[in-house]
Structures are given as structure tokens and as C-alpha cells.
């Protein structure tokens, strides 16, 4: 087993949610990656890291016994409950760039 990987992280996750963040964070593949998929990365900037394993925190439940059919089934499972929780993420950004947007419009009016 690989006991160290680097990887690419935006500068506002290291700092502020590496750790914290109820959600997790994500770790990108490339800088390109970061770039492509992180709607800051381009104004906070890219961070490489180096993620090392220490130990196993909790056993998972993927049985190496199973056919290919069912692990295939197990991880196409864990892709769909991945998708749903981006897809809360992305409601709770797109609500807050709405009501910043509100907000500024506000400010613009009584300006």
C-alpha cells in the first residue's frame, strides 16, 4: 500500500476547512484539476500537499470476497451518494451567491 500521495488543494481550504470542514475537503488530482473544478482556486490559489497514511480509522465494509459484479455495484453505490452530497454543496453556493447578488443589488439601488 502507497503510504504517501500528493495531491493539490485551494489556499481557503488549507487554511480554513483541512480539518474542520464538516464535508471534507477535496484533494485534486492536478493543479489543472483544482483549476477546472474549484470555483476559487483561481483567486485563493493552489496549494501541493502530501496526504501520508498512518493508520486504517475504520475498516470499511467493500467485501474482498465479492464477485466483480457486486463490487462494481458497491462502488457505482458510493459514486451516487458522492453525487447527492455535491449536489447539496452546490445548492448551499449557488444560495449564497444569490443572496450576495440580492445584497449587492440592494447596496446599488440605495447607493
Known amino acids: 500500500m ?5 495531491g493539490y488543494i485551494d489556499a481557503t ?3 480554513h476547512e483541512l480539518g474542520e470542514a464538516a464535508g471534507g475537503v477535496t484533494i485534486y488530482a492536478s493543479v489543472n484539476d483544482a483549476l477546472e473544478n474549484c470555483w476559487c482556486a ?6 501541493k500537499v502530501k ?3 498512518e493508520e486504517i ?3 470499511g465494509k467493500e467485501d474482498p ?8 455495484r458497491q462502488r457505482i453505490a458510493h459514486k451516487r451518494a458522492y453525487a447527492e452530497k455535491l449536489k447539496k454543496q452546490v445548492e448551499f453556493v ?14 446599488v439601488l440605495r447607493g
Do not use: I, N, P, W
Not at 444569490?98 to 447596496?107: M, Q, T, V, Y
Open 94 to 107: 449557488l444560495a449564497v451567491a444569490d443572496r450576495s447578488e440580492r445584497e449587492l443589488d440592494g447596496k
Open 42 to 47: 483561481k483567486d485563493c490559489g493552489v496549494f
Open 51 to 53: 496526504v501520508v497514511f
Open 65 to 72: 470476497q465479492a464477485g466483480d459484479v457486486e463490487r462494481e
Open 2 to 6: 502507497t503510504k504517501t500521495k500528493h
Open 13 to 15: 481550504d488549507f487554511h
Open 57 to 59: 480509522a475504520l475498516a
